[in-house]
């Protein structure tokens, strides 16, 4: 199908993740957007709504499961390319 070999991966830091001290732990969720989304349909909204405070302060890493037939389900495939997280 002409997929890229190589994926995007997203991360967003929290809006003080420069100024923590190395003290500080935070929660890091490694998510999947599933089939239909792009990876980082969500990232603004999340970053947003820590900006705001409504949500504690944590680190997303998103991976591109979205592909021309709108998902790859993260699995390999002949026809799609290789999309399997390792």
Request: net charge negative; hydrophobic share 40%; proline share 5%.
């Amino acid at each position: 199908m002409g997929e890229e070999e190589q994926q995007p991966i997203s991360i967003l830091l929290p809006p003080t993740y420069m100024i923590q001290t190395k003290d500080t732990l935070l929660c890091i969720i490694f998510m999947d957007s599933g089939v239909l989304l792009q990876h980082t349909a969500f990232l603004y909204s999340i970053g947003d709504q820590m900006k705001s405070g409504e949500l504690e302060e944590f680190i997303i890493v998103s991976v591109n499961g979205y592909n021309k037939l709108g998902g790859s389900f993260y699995v390999n495939s002949p026809v799609i390319g290789n999309w399997e997280i390792i």
